[in-house]
């Protein structure tokens, strides 16, 4: 398999169609421009890498078949708790500890 042939199955996938025409419309060009990319197995970087832009696509996933898994960032929820309540006026801290009440006390029903 060709390196279009396998950015192109991996955009198709992503696009969530099989159909050319569809894809030749996202890309921005017409059919025929995209088949002839298609025969001479011409990749359209620009193209893609701007519907990567608007749609969020992961390029590296596109031109590479990498997938990169997003892990969430580690939060010690206490600390970051205690840093929040710290900067609390009395007032805030007032209306806070009545959320917290009556969320315990929900949990008790």
Excluded: Q
Aim: charged share 40%.
């Amino acid at each position: 398999m060709s390196d279009f042939e396998e950015i192109e199955e991996r955009l198709f996938k992503v696009l969530k169609t099989n159909k050319v025409k569809e894809v030749a419309n996202i890309l921005g060009v017409r059919e025929g421009t995209y088949s002839n990319w298609r025969a001479r197995k011409k990749i359209p970087y620009e193209e893609i890498i701007s519907i990567c832009e608007i749609n969020k696509f992961d390029m590296r996933y596109i031109f590479h078949g990498e997938k990169v898994e997003m892990k969430a960032p580690e939060i010690k929820y206490r600390e970051e708790i205690h840093k929040m309540i710290d900067d609390l006026d009395d007032k805030k801290l007032e209306i806070y500890y009545y959320l917290i009440k009556a969320e315990r006390l929900k949990e008790n029903l």
